[in-house]
């Protein structure tokens, strides 16, 4: 079901960056999926609140990683996937393999046919 949450988070993360605030409504719609269990509903909130909560950090620290590009131009779905991913890594409760890998799958699924390949890259330079 980890997978399913991270998906849950990145869903949330995604609208966050359009709004700029949190939606408490969307997260409790996500959290009351009968077949979440405590530990996948404290994976979303935990984690939603860690991004959001250190957006403008998270987002300072991608830009920094960014070669031709700039936060603003980025498609959407793929700068989602990456707020995620970096902070996934920062927690550091999980192999940077398996952080990159489903942030990969993210962008494959919500992204553009680039944005796999272009998340993984930018992703990579923050284990290297």
Do not use: H, Q, W
């Not at 404290?42 to 998270?58: A, H, K, N």
């Not at 830009?63 to 498609?75: D, H, Q």
Request: aromatic content about 10%; proline content about 2%.
């Amino acid at each position: 079901m980890r997978r399913v949450s991270r998906e849950d988070v990145f869903k949330l993360v995604f609208e966050f960056t359009f709004l700029r605030e949190r939606n408490e409504s969307t997260l409790a719609l996500l959290l009351a999926d009968a077949e979440l269990d405590d530990a996948d509903r404290e994976y979303i909130r935990s984690t939603y609140d860690g991004v959001t909560g250190d957006f403008d950090r998270l987002t300072e620290k991608i830009a920094s990683k960014l070669e031709r590009y700039r936060v603003e131009r980025l498609y959407r779905p793929d700068y989602a996937v990456l707020l995620l991913g970096v902070y996934e890594l920062e927690r550091g409760d999980l192999p940077a393999s398996v952080v990159i890998n489903e942030a990969v799958t993210l962008a494959k699924k919500y992204g553009t046919d680039k944005s796999g390949g272009f998340v993984n890259g930018v992703l990579a330079k923050f284990v290297s």
